[in-house]
């Protein structure tokens, strides 16, 4: 009993301290980028479809005077397109849609840069999961539709360059201030199964198909703007 408690205190120690520090060196930012994914080696063996999405980062505290480094997390969406099957049978196109090998991640993202300029670059670094998911529907000769879906988990976890701009603003002065925002990553992925794209069949009202495993690395760039409150 005394144990936990003095475990209990010690975490809410170290919460107060960190939101302390947070309050201290607060200067909240966020981004918005148009992302571009690369599937790299063996997971560009089973998906050699690039990817396109998005991604929202928010900042609880940004580089600053007091301190050369900035922290929050990111939320994205990756989509490797849309896929069509034609019926063995008929010829026909059958496949309504597809939106295989699609993933959705909430990474941590800790970032060291300038800051003050109007051109700022930076290292940050990045941790997190990832949500991989496909889903197949299927028409049916009666008007009727049938669906598959095949979803996974994986760990990433990388690091990446990137540059920052001056659109709008003062830039000796971040509060309300807007860069644009450019950068490559490297993220590395754990294994997962997904939808073997290729494999899937649609046999009268049997759909037969398989799974490919493998790491999941990409190389991502993106584009958007960088806003200061």
Do not use: C
């Not at 063996?42 to 005077?65: I, K, Q, T």
């Not at 670094?125 to 988990?153: A, K, N, P, Q, R």
């Not at 290729?198 to 493998?214: M, P, Q, T």
């Amino acid at each position: 009993m005394v144990m936990k408690m003095k475990r209990f205190t010690f975490l809410l120690l170290l919460f107060t301290l960190t939101s302390l520090q947070i309050k201290i060196y607060s200067q909240p930012s966020a981004s918005v980028n148009f992302t571009t994914a690369f599937p790299m080696n063996e997971f560009s063996e089973f998906n050699d479809n690039v990817g396109y999405g998005g991604n929202f980062e928010l900042f609880f505290f940004s580089p600053n005077n007091k301190v050369p480094y900035g922290f929050g997390f990111e939320l994205s969406y990756i989509s490797y397109g849309l896929h069509f099957l034609v019926d063995p049978y008929s010829d026909e196109l059958m496949l309504s849609a597809n939106k295989a090998n699609n993933v959705t991640s909430a990474l941590f993202v800790f970032q060291i840069a300038p800051h003050a300029g109007s051109i700022r670059p930076y290292l940050e670094t990045i941790f997190g999961g990832s949500y991989m998911f496909s889903l197949t529907e299927f028409e049916l000769y009666d008007y009727s539709t049938m669906s598959l879906w095949v979803d996974d988990w994986t760990w990433n976890y990388g690091a990446g360059i990137g540059i920052k701009f001056l659109s709008v603003g003062d830039p000796f002065f971040n509060s309300g201030s807007v860069y644009v925002d450019l950068k490559v990553r490297y993220m590395f992925g754990t294994s997962a199964s997904y939808l073997d794209r290729e494999s899937v069949i649609l046999y009268g009202d049997v759909v037969e198909y398989s799974l490919a495993e493998s790491k999941t690395d990409v190389i991502t760039a993106s584009i958007g703007f960088y806003f200061y409150f």
